[in-house]
């Protein structure tokens, strides 16, 4: 069983720069792939950024060269550098992670079994 509370939302104009944070607990974070989604009005949760536990990761077209998904297993905590923000970033944004054999479709929502309550980004243009 694992915990994640996001953090690092709010208000930001276009081109600026946010971090989140997912904090977790609960159980042994480094053996867990992790993932950030997002989420728009209106719109189904969208697959952003994942990382294995060796760190490879993996972005939506959308967002390469602007985000940076990363790790710390020494603080239990995944991190998501958001640079260039766009007012099509908009969204709610929450983490989730899993165990490897349970996310091989990892840009599925429906996979991932753990979730934050997710944290609100807003970029205006």
């Known amino acids: 069983q694992v915990q994640l509370v996001e953090s690092g939302g709010g208000l930001v104009q276009a081109g600026g720069s946010l971090r989140l944070s997912c904090a977790t607990s609960?159980?042994?974070?480094?053996?867990?792939?992790m993932a950030w989604f997002r989420q728009a009005p209106g719109k189904e949760r969208e697959f952003v950024a994942r990382?294995?536990?060796?760190?490879?990761?993996n972005y939506v077209a959308s967002v390469k060269g602007r985000f940076t998904i990363s790790r710390d297993n020494a603080k239990n905590t995944m991190y998501l550098q958001m640079n260039s923000l766009k007012s099509e970033d908009t969204a709610v944004y929450y983490c989730?992670?899993?165990?490897?054999?349970?996310?091989?479709?990892?840009?599925?929502?429906?996979?991932?079994?753990?979730w934050g309550q997710g944290t609100q980004v807003t970029v205006s243009s």
């Open positions: 989730a992670g899993d165990r490897p054999q349970s996310v091989v479709f990892f840009t599925r929502a429906s996979v991932w079994q753990y």
């Open positions: 609960g159980s042994t974070f480094s053996n867990y792939y």
């Open positions: 990382i294995t536990t060796g760190g490879i990761t």
